[in-house]
């Protein structure tokens, strides 16, 4: 904890995230892809936050709590939505915000693979998931 190398370490890893998901979001849109965020809790809002994200870049953010949805997210104002919103609009990407729940989110979303749709985490930094 003492050591400044380890917090410039970390800083050099958050910077890439933050890059990583900015070149992703930009590249999606210049192909005219659309992408759409699961999960509002606080670590995803913060990572979009912190990545200056807007709803120009992620037109919504579906989570399955019924107090959260009508709602915008904090900074970003990007609408929350339910689950049953995000498969109508079908988009190309969904950004899991909870990277941590991947897999369960995976399964509950199952239907998305059906339209050609793709999952994203951001943590580490971007990746597609298959």
């Given at each position: 904890m003492d050591d400044l190398e380890t917090y410039r370490r970390f800083a050099?890893?958050?910077?890439?995230?933050?890059?990583?998901?900015?070149?992703?979001?930009?590249?999606?849109?210049?192909?005219?892809?659309?992408?759409?965020?699961?999960?509002?809790?606080?670590?995803?809002?913060?990572?979009?936050?912190?990545?200056?994200?807007?709803?120009?870049?992620?037109?919504?953010?579906?989570?399955?709590?019924?107090?959260?949805?009508?709602m915008l997210l904090p900074g970003?104002?990007?609408?929350?939505?339910?689950?049953?919103?995000?498969?109508?609009a079908q988009p190309h990407y969904v950004l899991v915000l909870p990277w941590n729940l991947l897999r369960e989110i995976r399964l509950q979303l199952a239907d998305v693979r059906a339209w050609g749709g793709r999952f994203v985490t951001a943590i580490p930094e971007v990746r597609i998931h298959a």
């Open positions: 050099a890893r958050v910077e890439n995230c933050r890059r990583s998901l900015r070149e992703f979001l930009a590249r999606a849109k210049s192909e005219g892809k659309t992408v759409a965020g699961y999960g509002a809790a606080a670590k995803g809002n913060t990572l979009l936050n912190y990545c200056g994200v807007t709803c120009a870049d992620i037109s919504m953010v579906a989570d399955r709590n019924p107090h959260k949805q009508s970003t104002h990007i609408p929350v939505v339910s689950p049953a919103q995000l498969m109508r």
